[in-house]
């Protein structure tokens, strides 16, 4: 069975960090462009950060920028998201999702079940 599993989330305080963690499971993650979304209650889901299949280009939403790092080990298939400096707006439900097209595809195939996190003092 093919799929994406996300770990790594939790309730940290605001400025606080966490490091999000993708793994694939029954497939490699060398030809895939994978994203990072998030969704919190209540909102739509919105893209966070990118990082296409050979972990040469990478893009973060506005909101992140600064403050979020993307990087892959395709060695390991794992995929990392580090969060720093952590505000209460990034409190949501984040998923990780894979795109055989690169990360401007539209064709998001694979999904994980997501990781909540959570930032409150």
């Known amino acids: 069975q093919l799929h994406l599993v996300e770990s790594g989330g939790g309730l940290v305080q605001p400025g606080g960090s966490l490091r999000l963690s993708c793994a694939a499971l029954?497939?490699?993650?060398?030809?895939?462009?994978i994203g990072w979304f998030r969704q919190a209650p209540g909102k739509e889901r919105e893209g966070v950060s990118c990082?296409?299949?050979?972990?040469?280009?990478?893009n973060y939403a506005d909101d992140v920028k600064g403050r979020f790092a993307i990087s892959r080990d395709n060695a390991k298939t794992t995929i990392y998201l580090q969060m720093n400096n952590l505000k209460p707006e990034d409190t949501a439900v984040y998923y990780c999702?894979?795109?055989?097209?690169?990360?401007?595809?539209?064709?998001?195939?694979?999904w994980g079940q997501g990781t909540q996190v959570t930032v409150s003092s």
């Open positions: 029954g497939f490699t993650l060398d030809y895939y462009a």
């Open positions: 990082i296409s299949s050979d972990g040469s280009n990478a």
């Open positions: 999702a894979s795109n055989l097209f690169g990360c401007d595809g539209d064709d998001w195939g694979y």
